[in-house]
């Protein structure tokens, strides 16, 4: 045989590998219904988005959902630990299926990995004491809102804390911010809904309660590119129970806070 066959025939060969490998990725929504489990990327450190319970059980936004999709799709559920770092590596390096782990849906992301639409948002708020009668931009004028420097809380509020009147003190980290708020030195505070909700956990007495709405970011279910049934699969479960509730009581109860009526849009890639 001469070379020129040889060579034809290996190239042959390649070209059907690669057609193969590019099928078997395109099918992993068969793959994993066929496995009889869905391997999930979670961290369990985030609350209320995962977090361990009383009983050192896995719990949370992103633990119910997972649950929740394990069972409607008839698949075991198998957990795969993460952390905020080795959430995409560990879905690129096929160590998880998916990713529901507080991901949040931003254009950068999405051009290394697929999302779902969004199953649940979070919500960057200002907060204040529900006594607090404070429910719009305009009645911050003469107020001052805490801060933790530098965090994208930080850079919302700045962009417009002139146009509305209102003063900022930063401080260097949560930590410190949480305490100036819990101490009573600040009373109304610029972060997540989720740390309002710590915040009564540690004084009830505050009562802290979300007043504006800064920015709120849609998180998906993370999926290695290539896999559009699986996709199109997952974004078939979340308009079903968007549509039954299901989704809006999690929100809720982890949250504190319903889902918005119109959620955020997917980001343009």
């Given at each position: 045989?001469?070379?020129?066959?040889?060579?034809?025939?290996?190239?042959?060969?390649g070209?059907?590998?690669?057609?193969?490998?590019?099928?078997?990725?395109?099918?992993?929504?068969?793959?994993?219904?066929?496995?009889?489990?869905?391997?999930?990327?979670?961290?369990?450190?985030?609350?209320?988005?995962?977090?361990?319970?009383?009983?050192?059980?896995?719990?949370?936004?992103?633990?119910?959902?997972?649950?929740?999709?394990?069972?409607?799709?008839?698949?075991?559920?198998?957990?795969?630990?993460?952390?905020?770092?080795?959430?995409?590596?560990?879905?690129?390096?096929?160590?998880?299926?998916?990713?529901?782990?507080?991901?949040?849906?931003?254009?950068?992301?999405?051009?290394?990995i697929?999302?779902?639409?969004?199953?649940?948002?979070?919500?960057?708020?200002?907060?204040?004491?529900?006594?607090?009668?404070?429910?719009?931009?305009?009645?911050?004028?003469?107020?001052?809102?805490?801060?933790?420097?530098?965090?994208?809380?930080?850079?919302?509020?700045?962009?417009?804390?002139?146009?509305?009147?209102?003063?900022?003190?930063?401080?260097?980290?949560?930590?410190?911010?949480?305490?100036?708020?819990?101490?009573?030195?600040?009373?109304?505070i610029?972060?997540?809904?989720?740390?309002?909700?710590?915040?009564?956990?540690?004084?009830?007495?505050?009562?802290f309660e979300?007043?504006?709405?800064?920015?709120?970011?849609?998180?998906?279910?993370?999926?290695?590119?290539?896999n559009?049934?699986?996709?199109?699969?997952l974004?078939?479960?979340?308009?079903?129970?968007?549509?039954?509730?299901?989704?809006?009581?999690?929100?809720?109860?982890f949250?504190?806070?319903p889902?918005?009526?119109?959620?955020?849009?997917?980001p343009?890639?």
């Amino acid at each position: 045989m001469n070379v020129r066959k040889i060579v034809t025939r290996i190239l042959a060969a390649g070209i059907v590998a690669t057609v193969a490998m590019g099928a078997a990725r395109a099918d992993q929504y068969a793959d994993i219904v066929k496995s009889g489990k869905l391997r999930v990327s979670t961290d369990f450190a985030v609350p209320p988005f995962g977090m361990l319970d009383a009983a050192l059980q896995p719990t949370g936004l992103d633990v119910e959902s997972a649950k929740l999709l394990a069972a409607d799709w008839g698949l075991k559920l198998e957990w795969v630990k993460t952390t905020g770092a080795s959430r995409i590596p560990n879905l690129l390096s096929n160590k998880a299926d998916v990713v529901m782990s507080s991901l949040s849906i931003t254009p950068d992301r999405a051009e290394v990995i697929d999302f779902s639409k969004p199953y649940g948002v979070i919500n960057s708020v200002i907060g204040g004491k529900a006594s607090d009668k404070i429910s719009s931009w305009e009645q911050l004028k003469g107020r001052n809102v805490a801060v933790a420097r530098g965090t994208i809380n930080d850079t919302d509020i700045t962009a417009v804390a002139d146009k509305y009147g209102f003063t900022i003190t930063r401080y260097e980290d949560d930590a410190t911010l949480i305490t100036a708020i819990l101490s009573g030195q600040n009373d109304l505070i610029a972060h997540a809904t989720e740390t309002l909700k710590r915040i009564n956990e540690k004084n009830p007495a505050l009562q802290f309660e979300p007043k504006v709405i800064t920015r709120a970011s849609g998180i998906g279910i993370g999926v290695k590119k290539g896999n559009p049934e699986l996709i199109e699969k997952l974004n078939a479960w979340v308009d079903a129970n968007m549509a039954n509730g299901k989704l809006n009581a999690l929100s809720v109860k982890f949250t504190g806070v319903p889902l918005p009526e119109k959620m955020p849009a997917m980001p343009k890639k």
